[in-house]
Nanobody
Framework: QVQLVESGGGLVQAGGSLRLSCAAS????????MGWFRQAPGKEREFVAG????????GYSDSVKGRFTISRDNAKNTVYLQMNSLKPEDTAVYYC?????????????????WGQGTQVTVSS
């Protein structure tokens, strides 16, 4: 199993930026892909971004493409989500998750470890 702890959330004005971090422990960090998901009040949890074990491939939802960037530092056992040009509709609890294998997908069921989440609130 993998233990994941997110940080970096907070309150920001529309157009601003935040960087989320997710520190991992347990299973060898470079052996699995990672993803970021988010859940807004009253809505289902949705895929935001994913990255393969090496960082060589990434993917994004259409709603964040061009504004968010996922990256990882395997030496620090940490994955990041840089969020720029934030919009009020980005307000949600953001979760990082560890994939079952070296890749990533958009499906929640393919991720077997989850962090506790960090709140991001974007004011208009």
């Amino acid at each position: 199993q993998v233990q994941l702890v997110e940080s970096g959330g907070g309150l920001v004005q529309a157009g601003g930026s935040l960087r989320l971090s997710c520190a991992a422990s347990g299973r060898t960090f470079s052996s699995y892909g990672m993803g970021w998901f988010r859940q807004a009040p009253g809505k289902e949890r949705e895929f935001v971004a994913g990255i393969t074990w090496s960082g060589g491939s990434t993917g994004y939802s259409d709603s964040v493409k061009g504004r968010f960037t996922i990256s990882r530092d395997n030496a620090k056992n940490t994955v990041y989500l840089q969020m720029n040009s934030l919009k009020p509709e980005d307000t949600a609890v953001y979760y990082c998750a560890a994939h079952r294998n070296r890749y990533y997908s958009t499906r929640l069921a393919d991720f077997d470890s989850w962090g506790q989440g960090t709140q991001v609130t974007v004011s208009s």
